[in-house]
Nanobody, 116 residues
Framework: QVQLVESGGGLVQAGGSLKLSCAAS????????MTWYRQAPEKQREVVAG????????NYAESVKGRFTISRDNANNALHLQMTSLKPDDTAVYYC?????????RGQGTQVTVSS
């Protein structure tokens, strides 16, 4: 069974940090480009960051560049998103997603709330 399970969300004050993790199972994790997406209320869903299969290349949305870091541990089938200098605008449900396009294989999401 293909599964992605996020963890690490929560409530944090502006300027704080959080690290999201995603545990992958049921498929060969190292074969896939992975992404983090987020969905905030009344806002369009956006891709936050992406990482190549071997972790050598990463991409970020302009809004998070310099603050967020995506990484992966292929030996342990895990994807991470280190978030620093968080802003209230970062408040959203964050999804771990297989592949570059938001689709069928994604986690249920983890809520990140940044208070001002």
């Amino acid at each position: 069974q293909v599964q992605l399970v996020e963890s690490g969300g929560g409530l944090v004050q502006a300027g704080g940090s959080l690290k999201l993790s995603c545990a992958a199972s049921g498929f060969i994790f190292s074969n896939y480009y992975m992404t983090w997406y987020r969905q905030a209320p009344e806002k369009q869903r956006e891709v936050v960051a992406g990482i190549s299969r071997d972790g050598s290349r990463t991409n970020y949305a302009e809004s998070v560049k310099g603050r967020f870091t995506i990484s992966r541990d292929n030996a342990n089938n895990a994807l991470h998103l280190q978030m620093t200098s968080l802003k209230p605008d970062d408040t959203a449900v964050y999804y771990c997603n297989r592949g570059p396009t938001f689709g069928l294989i994604r986690g249920q999401g983890t809520q990140v709330t940044v208070s001002s």
